[in-house]
């Protein structure tokens, strides 16, 4: 049973303009969630994170948003940039337990 | 401060043979995780090792094992290689907090 969900295998976006990406869980124990971001050959790099106690975290460029009654949290890209065009993971730890959960991915590219 | 390091970066290995990977954690992170990433699954969490024992377990059969050294550097064995192990093998580091800094990750192909 897969606790975090990313349903979209794949997006592709316009450079310049929003990137979304969804992520749902299912476990609501779940209070920490963080996206990662991962170019070929390289291991995942840490992007960005939001505690359960909020709805919103911002930083510059990317902003994730938690919907806690939905289990949905999302990452905004904006503006899109060339750069951007990787595989994103969702990524969830529940409350007093160490274990990371990672979603299986989206693969976002940027047209030109 | 170095990153993660993950030695070696490639491996080719033949079905029924074991191998051991290696893991050095930034320095001062004291917990260090294992992934395995294959096409279409993801991070598959393997297992998570803190002050030299072993926290966290995921799914993975008996052949997949690993240990912690006092220094924190890890190593995972992987016994009697399969070809579905075929994957790229991630390990990642954190303090006792929440974000995990991952390493490039050993590819492992089993012929």
């Known amino acids: 049973d897969q606790q975090v969900k990313q349903n979209s295998p794949s997006l592709s976006v316009q450079e310049g303009r929003i990137s979304i990406l969804n992520c749902d869980y299912t476990?609501?124990?779940?209070?920490?969630f963080l996206w990662y971001k991962k170019y070929p050959a390289e291991g995942p790099t840490f992007l960005i994170s939001i505690s359960s106690i909020k709805d919103k975290n911002e930083d510059g460029r990317f902003t994730v948003f938690l919907n806690k009654s939905a289990k949905h949290l999302s990452l905004h890209i904006v503006p899109s940039q060339p750069g951007d065009s990787a595989v994103y993971f969702c990524a969830a730890k529940a409350m007093g337990d160490d274990k990371i959960i990672f979603g299986k991915g989206t693969r976002l590219h940027i047209l030109p | 401060k170095a990153g993660v390091t993950q030695t070696p970066r490639y491996l080719i290995k033949t079905r029924g043979q074991q191998v051991t990977l290696s893991c050095s954690p930034i320095s001062g992170h004291r917990s260090v995780s294992w992934y395995q990433q294959t096409p279409g699954q993801g991070l598959q969490f393997l297992f998570e090792y803190f002050s030299e024992t072993q926290r966290n377990k995921g799914n993975f059969p008996g052949r997949f094992s690993g240990r912690q050294f006092s220094n924190s550097r890890s190593e995972m064995n992987v016994s009697t290689l399969e070809l579905g192990d075929s994957a790229l093998y991630l390990c990642a580091s954190r303090r006792r907090q929440e974000t995990q800094y991952f390493g490039p990750g050993t590819r492992l192909l089993v012929l």
């Open positions: 476990n609501s124990m779940f209070d920490y």
